[in-house]
């Protein structure tokens, strides 16, 4: 009895070593003024903790053999980036002064104590190899696609729920560099506009989350998608045909969001004005742009969605689901560092 409490006590040490750690690097993400963030290698070594500690967490409550390697990778790669923060460029001593050197120091000791634990534990621990020992699932995935059965169906399954958080981080951060993409265009005087060069949100922050361009792929899956399948089986698969008449539905699908948004959140032209440029309406929509859209649009229904579903139907369960919880502890951490100010919050001031 005493063995097994002593095995259940390492085992939950590591869980809540990952998930303290992990709360810690989320208020970090909300306690830092997004403007002032630097990309550089304190967000390295939180991402890693994100993604590492996401896909441990859920190895271990499944029993992976796979929890030991993970985890004890993520802990040696996240204490030797943490040290080299810390002591080479900087990080001590900013925590020192918002905090005190004290707490700067247990910090510290608390994540290299920690992450040796969780080390010696995964790599060496007897009971660690009785508890995780569950072999990953690496058998490959059907094939096909999955619109192959019905939307209704699929939406009762888990795992459809899960390609949606694929879908949705992968075009989020897509869509930001689409965007950077289509400035370098405006600024090569390929399309006409206006872009800001100092906005760091765009140029410099490059993993910042288009959470509109992550929805359009979940719309894309839920609407545009299939009814692109429903126009090419009525003319008779006539694949041509089926893209032109998918591309004047994404036209107008696109530039309808586009123009309500505009409507919804932009009448005093703060964030985009296309008074300016020729076949506008209102200044909210305008047909360059629409059409930019559109394209993009359809690229994602006919090319992008069908290549990446394909991946995720020929891969492993084990290798998709480990991505997908990746991705979302990535996300989630982006998502507590650029949406969240709380020095904007009428609370702090």
Not at 71 to 88: E, Q, R
Not at 118 to 133: E, H, T
Not at 181 to 200: H, K, Q, R, S
Not at 334 to 349: G, K, Q, R, V, W
Request: hydrophobic letters at 55%; aromatic letters at 16%.
């Amino acid at each position: 009895m005493a063995g097994k409490t002593s095995r259940t006590i390492g085992f939950r040490i590591c869980q809540s070593y990952f998930v303290i750690l992990m709360a810690l690097a989320l208020a970090f993400g909300a306690a830092c003024p997004p403007a002032r963030f630097d990309y550089d290698i304190s967000l390295l070594r939180v991402l890693i903790l994100m993604v590492g500690g996401t896909v441990t967490l859920w190895l271990m409550s499944r029993g992976g053999k796979n929890a030991r390697f993970v985890g004890a990778i993520t802990a040696c790669i996240f204490i030797v980036l943490t040290t080299i923060d810390m002591f080479f460029y900087g990080a001590m001593q900013e925590i020192a002064g918002r905090f005190g050197q004290v707490l700067s120091v247990v910090l510290y000791a608390f994540e290299l104590i920690g992450s040796l634990y969780v080390v010696g534990y995964m790599v060496f621990a007897p009971s660690a190899k009785r508890q995780l020992s569950r072999e990953a699932n690496l058998t490959p995935g059907p094939g096909g696609h999955s619109w192959d059965i019905p939307l209704k169906k699929r939406i009762k399954h888990q795992y459809f729920w899960r390609d949606l958080v694929i879908y949705f981080v992968t075009f989020s951060i897509l869509g930001h560099w689409l965007e950077m993409l289509f400035c370098e265009l405006i600024i090569a005087g390929v399309f006409m506009g206006d872009y800001d060069p100092t906005n760091a949100m765009l140029w410099k922050q490059w993993l910042f989350p288009f959470t509109a361009e992550g929805a359009a792929a979940v719309a894309i899956v839920f609407l545009l998608h299939p009814a692109a399948r429903k126009i090419l089986e009525k003319t008779g698969d006539r694949l041509w045909l089926a893209v032109l008449l998918s591309f004047l539905l994404n036209f107008v699908v696109c530039t309808s969001i586009d123009f309500g948004t505009g409507m919804a959140v932009n009448q005093d032209y703060s964030l985009w004005d296309y008074r300016e440029i020729p076949f506008n309406f209102m200044g909210q929509v305008c047909l360059q742009n629409s059409l930019v859209y559109t394209l993009a649009a359809t690229l994602i229904v006919w090319v992008f969605y069908p290549l990446l579903d394909r991946w995720i139907r020929r891969s492993p369960e084990g290798i998709v689901n480990a991505v997908a919880f990746g991705l979302f502890g990535m996300y989630l951490f982006l998502a507590m560092l650029h949406f969240i100010d709380y020095t904007a919050m009428p609370f702090f001031n």
